[in-house]
């Protein structure tokens, strides 16, 4: 198979920076790995605000051209795919503006600012008939996929307890300068939002629907110098750390918690998923590895076993490279751009494997009712 023979689609991308950059060396890497690609993505046009930054940022990862006006990107011809990597504030607009000029959309987490939002943003997706996608990348790690396979096989019995933390260190300085992750008017929410989001959509990936939440959220630091000027200040109206209950519909329960003021934690997710005869442990920072327990094993051969998950047997890993040499963070968008494009050039559905905006919306709802209930102190419905 020649690469010249492979269709290639046009890719808009919106952002150059943390997730603009991972989802561009994602696009690029994708045909390389995952040859024959099902679809060949083509770099047309790249969004910022600031044009000497975006002109430097679309020559460096090799974009046709530049926009400074994101309409005009996602009305241009050559754009068939819009990939979304803004701050959630710039979410809702773009994306529904690609769907109604009939583009399919990728879209990073969480999906919109709110469930109203999020609510719109689905409706416009299912309208226009066009492939839709929530960037939940951990989603398409070989190990978080090989504990949902020794789930689906029922390794460890019927599941009852799941309980998952998203830690991270990055604003515990007070001279921390204000960012958009900071402000509600630009994230909507704090560690929930950027961290929390990924650990409930694994909560319903992992054990299924959301019921009831109870939560608590805390701002450590509330005011922040303003990076341009430091003398000044500027007040955190977001979370710095959550903390929630959860009652799923099967009757499992779970606990929720993410935190920017953990010191030592770098990226450090931890989920702990427990059965009525075993127990699946997760952590990020070993992504390669998953450590399962079941009670099925002889009484005197009982205990954790450490899977190092880079066999070749591992959906993606026979991509890679040979089996312990591992796999890093960046390659989870590789695997989930990779899940998208083959899903769009074989017509097949995003779902159940990766994360529709159906998936988003009931992201934002519940994590709204994680924030309500902050405020009354109740159990609060998750829908
Ligand atoms: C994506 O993998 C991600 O989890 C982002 O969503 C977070 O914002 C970042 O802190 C770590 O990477």
């Not at 503006?97 to 416009?124: D, F, Q, R, T």
């Amino acid at each position: 198979m020649k690469m010249s023979s492979i269709k290639e689609i046009g890719i808009g991308m919106l952002g150059y920076e943390f997730m603009g950059k991972a989802h561009t060396n994602a696009l690029i890497k994708m045909p390389i790995f995952f040859y024959p690609p099902p679809i060949k993505p083509k770099l047309i046009a790249l969004y910022g605000r600031k044009k000497e930054r975006v002109m430097e940022a679309s020559l460096r990862y090799g974009y046709k051209r530049y926009y400074t006006d994101w309409e005009a990107l996602v009305k241009d011809r050559e754009v068939e795919v819009i990939d979304n990597g803004l701050p959630n504030h710039l979410h809702k607009e773009p994306c529904i503006l690609a769907a109604e000029e009939g583009k399919h959309v990728i879209c990073e987490k969480p999906l919109a600012m709110n469930s109203e939002e999020a609510e719109e943003m689905y409706k416009a997706v299912q309208r226009a008939k066009v492939k839709h996608m929530v960037a939940f990348n951990y989603r398409f790690i070989p190990a978080i996929i090989l504990a949902k396979k020794f789930i689906e096989e029922g390794y460890i019995g019927k599941i009852l307890q799941f309980r998952a933390v998203y830690l991270q260190e990055w604003v515990m300085n007070p001279n921390f300068p204000m960012v958009w992750r900071l402000k509600r008017e630009f994230s909507g929410s704090g560690a929930l939002g950027d961290l929390g989001s990924h650990i409930i959509d694994l909560a319903r990936f992992f054990v299924g629907e959301i019921d009831s939440v109870i939560g608590l959220t805390k701002t450590f630091i509330k005011e922040r110098p303003l990076a341009e000027e430091p003398n000044k200040k500027d007040l955190v109206d977001v979370d710095d750390a959550f903390i929630a209950l959860i009652k799923f519909k099967d009757g499992a329960i779970g606990s929720v918690e993410a935190s920017r003021f953990s010191a030592g934690r770098k990226n450090y997710q931890r989920i702990e998923i427990q059965g009525d005869e075993g127990t699946i442990l997760f952590n990020l920072e070993r992504l390669n590895e998953l450590e399962v327990y079941t009670n099925k094993d002889k009484e005197n051969r009982r205990g954790f076993k450490n899977i190092l998950v880079t066999e070749k047997v591992h959906p993606f890993y026979d991509r890679w490279w040979p089996h312990g040499h591992t796999i890093g963070w960046e390659h989870t968008f590789v695997h989930e751009l990779y899940h998208f494009f083959d899903c769009l050039a074989n017509d097949k559905p995003i779902e159940p494997w990766g994360a529709t905006f159906y998936d988003g919306l009931r992201n934002n709802q519940i994590m709204d009712a994680i924030l309500k209930s902050a405020n009354t102190g109740k159990w609060e419905r998750a829908y």
